[in-house]
């Protein structure tokens, strides 16, 4: 099999893994739309590689908070991971701090641009930002797929753009979760993260917009340049 037909079949059987996942989750994924029908819940966030990801040395996963306002098929899977399709991890979007720096961290890494996988810890956003109380609970009850994305993904390089504020829930995801401390980095900036469904290189980071806006862009990605690579 050359490298070509192999990155091929790779992809494909990634995509009929993800959608057979999100076909079995999807009672639950309804359920948290119909739990507030008069609320603005956008998603699902469902994940379809494109064919630079399997291509990549260093495949990097990207792992967000949430959307900001996203399509909403929830009935049908394949539509909606058409709209991963179609958005292509940032590609024809405006250069946001978010995919800003997530083009840096592939160059650093020797990727090809627009090569990473992306996926958020919350399924869905609330009226285009972050759910919280109630909203926020219900959301988490499908948290639990990004452990099965992961593994599906297999990636070589995690990086989770989640700061602090959702430790917990990562600690919810992955039970036995180690936060260690980088040299040179307080543990709330940047950490690596260890678990057994997790690859070894997994971080756990500010997200872009906090680093660029806190002067913190450039140590990050010197950690990047000087570390990973």
């Given at each position: 099999?050359?490298?070509?037909?192999?990155?091929?079949?790779?992809?494909?059987?990634?995509?009929?893994?993800?959608?057979?996942?999100?076909?079995?989750?999807?009672?639950?994924?309804?359920?948290?739309?119909?739990?507030?029908?008069?609320?603005?819940?956008?998603?699902?966030?469902?994940?379809?590689?494109?064919?630079?990801y399997?291509?990549?040395?260093?495949?990097?996963?990207?792992?967000?908070?949430?959307?900001?306002?996203?399509d909403?098929?929830?009935?049908?899977?394949?539509?909606?991971?058409?709209?991963?399709?179609?958005?292509?991890?940032?590609?024809?979007?405006?250069?946001?701090?978010?995919?800003?720096?997530?083009?840096?961290?592939?160059?650093?890494?020797?990727?090809?641009?627009?090569?990473?996988?992306?996926?958020?810890?919350?399924?869905?956003?609330?009226?285009?930002?972050?759910?919280?109380?109630?909203?926020?609970?219900?959301?988490?009850?499908?948290?639990?797929?990004?452990?099965?994305?992961?593994?599906?993904?297999?990636?070589?390089?995690?990086?989770?753009?989640?700061?602090?504020?959702?430790?917990?829930?990562?600690?919810?995801?992955?039970?036995?979760?180690?936060?260690?401390?980088?040299?040179?980095?307080?543990?709330?900036?940047?950490?690596?993260?260890?678990?057994?469904?997790?690859?070894?290189?997994?971080?756990r980071?500010?997200?872009?917009?906090?680093?660029?806006?806190?002067?913190?862009?450039?140590?990050?990605?010197?950690?990047?340049?000087?570390?990973?690579?």
């Amino acid at each position: 099999m050359n490298v070509t037909v192999k990155h091929h079949y790779q992809l494909n059987e990634m995509k009929a893994q993800l959608l057979e996942l999100y076909k079995q989750h999807l009672p639950a994924l309804k359920a948290v739309v119909a739990a507030h029908p008069s609320d603005t819940l956008l998603g699902p966030h469902l994940m379809s590689p494109n064919d630079l990801y399997p291509q990549q040395m260093n495949r990097l996963l990207i792992v967000g908070q949430e959307t900001g306002g996203w399509d909403s098929f929830v009935d049908d899977p394949v539509r909606q991971m058409e709209v991963y399709e179609e958005f292509n991890v940032g590609k024809g979007y405006f250069s946001s701090p978010f995919w800003n720096v997530t083009r840096k961290v592939e160059k650093l890494l020797g990727n090809k641009p627009h090569s990473c996988a992306w996926t958020n810890v919350s399924k869905f956003d609330h009226n285009k930002k972050r759910a919280e109380g109630i909203y926020e609970k219900t959301i988490a009850s499908v948290d639990g797929l990004l452990r099965d994305e992961i593994r599906i993904l297999e990636p070589t390089f995690c990086l989770f753009y989640t700061g602090p504020a959702f430790d917990m829930r990562l600690m919810g995801i992955f039970k036995g979760l180690a936060y260690h401390e980088v040299p040179g980095y307080d543990l709330r900036a940047l950490a690596r993260l260890e678990h057994p469904l997790l690859p070894e290189r997994t971080y756990r980071s500010y997200h872009p917009n906090y680093l660029r806006q806190q002067g913190l862009e450039e140590g990050f990605l010197d950690f990047i340049r000087t570390h990973l690579n």
